[in-house]
């Protein structure tokens, strides 16, 4: 099997960013310690990545349609959108994501639940297809956001109402419920846990802090879009927002928030608040609309219409967000911006702050987008990672976090331009 | 002997890079023609490394037709821990360079049988030619690899208990526990180091003074195993001011005066066949 050596890379590992090699067999990072005392050969092919940024690639776990799709249509031909989106989401540097299916009827969860099958990622396929969140439709009606009031159910039966709900949890990873409703936590969430293996995630919620501390201690570990769709933070009740400094969850339980950080959803000030808290805990997400990657326009998304300009996506006629369409690699981006700017007026001088941006920043605004994802569905051991054992799926990106290039298991899937191109980063041997 | 002072530890290692750098460069290796380079693990040659590493990315030295013997390896340590003599020369030194794994010698401290791990290390040193080089260091109590104090000057590689000097030495290494640091390691012997054709040592440091002065001024002695290559053929030395602090003025003196004609070891005009003059 051929051994690929990416050389002059500056990697993200262990928190950090350090000039060194890449190897690279069978579609996995390997250590070429090992390589080198074991089976005592080199690497068959070498490529100078010239000192460029390499980070793992990034992973998205709440995305609704993009790139004119939309996951929650049941007209289309599905399984046929979601590898168009897988394809075309690695230019936006992401090699793995969820399907996400906001609150829909019966039938269209009939038709769509079984076609969005979860698939390994690959240079020709795209994206990897890690399972689907379905968002709803068991959630608060006065934290709805742009879901649907007609589609929106309860669950007095427990578990029974979402199985005949949604059919089967086979192709499904994570559900945000809202945990205030009737058995949620004593009945369903326990059972979506321990029976289907599921990650809960709660949200479009009205829940205080003690309904939030009881839903994780039922075993929910995510929180969809934090700040959106719940209570405000209030210093008598810090609502679901609390959560992140409660100090009645046990220590081993790591809480994990998704953020949308497309310069519109949350303030910049709101996302350094949440980083400083709790920053191992925060998930970069898109919570995109069909509308990403399109121009401004008016597209479908469920069953309604929305509006798409200067980078606000809107439910017609309202002035209701209804998702971003700013790209993950965007996100990541913003974050990193809103860490600095949280810098400038503390720190005189330049050194500092370049070090704080170069060994912090970057680092976290990345691992908010790769590792903490991957932690969230417990993979952190195989994506979202460079480390040894890891599969290869990564970005190269330039010093402003655009990204060059995208690899998933090893081969180039995405290039920005020809300077990328791997067979111009080959070096040819010498002697 | 020849002895070259240099000002300090980085000059001492460029120096060191450098003589090596020639040496294999003047040997012209190639696919029939290997160089064999005797290697230590430890600070001292931590500089040096370095600088043969900007050598190889410069294209000025490569390691395509050298086979290394390392001097030694702890016993029982897993072959990736940290610490062990596998760990550091792989990170200090051959993950930069261009060196073939094949052509790579390290004892296997975990190898079933030690003596004949040490048998064939031994045997594997004469299929290769024998070493044309050994660079080495110099422990405080002037060992060189593993040959403690007590040492036979004709040993061959082989198993030997560390001494207690050596293993409070090393604890820094193990989280300052003495009781985590390997009690014995596997060592090429004193002999082995003498069978090559020259021995390069490196030695910086105060903390090193007394073993040089113990090693070049007095007699030969199996307390300072160093001292054998008195006998040696081909025993070069290169220390760093610091070094020096227990020598006699009249030897750094007259050194010193030499390092008109010691320079051109390092030159690269200085001529190969300087190397059998002057000893």
Redesign the interface.
Known sequence: MTIYRFRNCTLMRNHALIID?LWIRHGKIID??????D????ADIEYDCQGVLIAPGYIDLQINGAFGHDFSSPNEVNENILIDVARKLTSHGVTAFLPTIVSSSIDTYKILLPKYKRQVGSAKDGATILGIHIEGPFLNEDKRGAHRTDFLRESPHGIEDLLSCYGSFDNVSIVTIAPEIPNMIENVIPILIEKYGLIVSIGHSMASLDIGERAICSGARFITHLFNAMLPFHHRDPGLVGLLTSHRLPATIVIHYGLIVDGIHTHSAAVRLAHRVHPQGLVLVTDAVPALGLPDGIYRMGADEIVVEKKRATIAGTQTLCGSIASLAECVQNMRQALLDGEINKSNEKKIFDDKDKNKFIVESIEAATVHPASVLHIENQKGTLSFGADADFILLDDKLNVLSTFIAGEQAWTVNDKWLINNLHIKS?? | MRLVITKDYSEMSEWGARYIKKRINDFKPGPNRYFVLGLPTGNTPLGTYRKLIEFVNA?QL?F?YVITFNMDEYVGLP??HPEGY??FM??NF??YIDI???N?H?LNGNAPDLIKECDEYERAIKDAGGIELFVGGIGPDGHIAFNEPGSSLISRTRVKTLAQDTISANARFFNNDVNQVPKSALTVGVGTVMDSREVMILISGTAKAYALHMAIEEGVNHMWTVSAFQNHQRFLCVCDEDATMELKVKTVRYFKGLMAVHSQLIEDSGHPSLLQTEN
């Open positions: 090699d070429p310690e090992k390589i080198f005392f089976e005592k050969i080199q010498y002697q | 294209k490569s395509k072959r990736d596998h760990s792989w990170n051959f993950k073939d794994p094949k790579v390290i």
